[in-house]
């Protein structure tokens, strides 16, 4: 027995099969324009040639209409990309020195002519992660507005400003902001085996870097939960 639905001349399971396939193809072309009706700081990206991803978490429902879709298109002289990402990572709840060693010459290996910041895990448990940092380069000031943030200094020396007002203020998403520096503020030189925390919603930068810095930083969502 054929069924005809929306216009489909074919069993039903292919007609369903077929107005699915259609929806995402709908659903892909909102996500391209989407892209191209937002504001995309610099500090948002690790480099200046850096795509603009649209990530998929999970199941993958829209097959190759998204990549046709994105194919070519380019969104504030930004190519985009899709990234098809798995759940969330496994828990890590040990890392030994020679794996930090191994972290910070992965970063620098990684790193791109004049990228500020190279990011590597070091430690996770949701909703907590700590995360290195390879600074070799001055990027953005930035602001959280609802975490907290510590910084362990594994190697290496810079001045920290933290306070006064973000310079060029922009919003990177929902709960934070960056800036091209830090109006105001007070200024604290850091080095090896130093610790800082920056309270939430307070600009900090590392305003200048002897060479290369490297950081643990934790984000601590604050105001702690129940108080």
Same mark, same amino acid.
């Given at each position: 027995?054929?069924? $005809? %639905?929306?216009?489909?001349?074919?069993?039903?399971?292919?007609?369903?099969?077929?107005?699915?396939? %259609?929806?995402?193809?709908?659903?892909?072309?909102?996500?391209?324009?989407?892209?191209?009706?937002?504001?995309?700081?610099?500090?948002?990206?690790?480099?200046?040639?850096?795509?603009?991803?649209?990530?998929?978490?999970?199941?993958?429902?829209?097959?190759?209409?998204?990549?046709?879709?994105?194919?070519?298109?380019?969104?504030?002289? $930004?190519?985009?990309?899709?990234?098809?990402?798995?759940?969330?990572?496994?828990? #890590?709840?040990?890392?030994?020195?020679?794996?930090?060693?191994?972290?910070?010459? #992965? @970063?620098?290996?990684? *790193? #791109? !002519?004049?990228?500020?910041?190279?990011?590597? $895990?070091? /430690? @996770? %448990?949701?909703?907590?992660?700590?995360?290195? !940092?390879?600074?070799?380069?001055?990027?953005?000031?930035?602001?959280?507005?609802?975490?907290?943030?510590?910084?362990?200094?594994?190697?290496?020396?810079?001045?920290?400003?933290?306070?006064? #007002? /973000?310079?060029? !203020?922009? *919003?990177?998403?929902?709960?934070?902001?960056?800036?091209?520096?830090?109006?105001?503020?007070?200024?604290?030189?850091?080095?090896?085996?130093?610790?800082?925390?920056?309270?939430?919603?307070?600009?900090?930068?590392?305003? @200048?870097?002897?060479?290369?810095?490297?950081?643990? @930083?934790?984000?601590?969502? *604050?105001?702690?939960?129940?108080?």
């Amino acid at each position: 027995m054929n069924a $005809r %639905l929306s216009g489909c001349d074919w069993d039903a399971s292919t007609c369903a099969a077929a107005d699915e396939s %259609l929806e995402y193809q709908v659903k892909a072309a909102f996500l391209l324009n989407f892209t191209k009706f937002v504001e995309w700081p610099p500090a948002a990206f690790e480099a200046t040639d850096s795509p603009i991803a649209i990530c998929i978490l999970g199941e993958d429902p829209f097959g190759a209409a998204l990549d046709q879709m994105v194919a070519g298109e380019v969104v504030s002289g $930004r190519k985009l990309a899709v990234r098809r990402l798995k759940g969330a990572p496994a828990p #890590k709840t040990y890392t030994s020195a020679a794996e930090v060693q191994a972290l910070i010459a #992965k @970063s620098k290996a990684d *790193r #791109k !002519e004049g990228q500020a910041l190279v990011a590597q $895990r070091i /430690l @996770s %448990l949701a909703p907590y992660n700590a995360g290195l !940092e390879y600074r070799a380069a001055v990027g953005p000031a930035a602001v959280h507005e609802k975490e907290a943030e510590m910084f362990y200094v594994i190697d290496g020396s810079a001045t920290l400003m933290t306070g006064g #007002k /973000l310079t060029e !203020e922009k *919003r990177t998403n929902a709960e934070n902001l960056s800036g091209t520096g830090i109006e105001g503020g007070s200024s604290q030189a850091i080095a090896k085996g130093d610790f800082v925390i920056v309270p939430e919603n307070t600009p900090h930068w590392f305003s @200048s870097i002897n060479g290369t810095l490297v950081l643990m @930083s934790i984000h601590v969502p *604050r105001p702690v939960p129940g108080k």
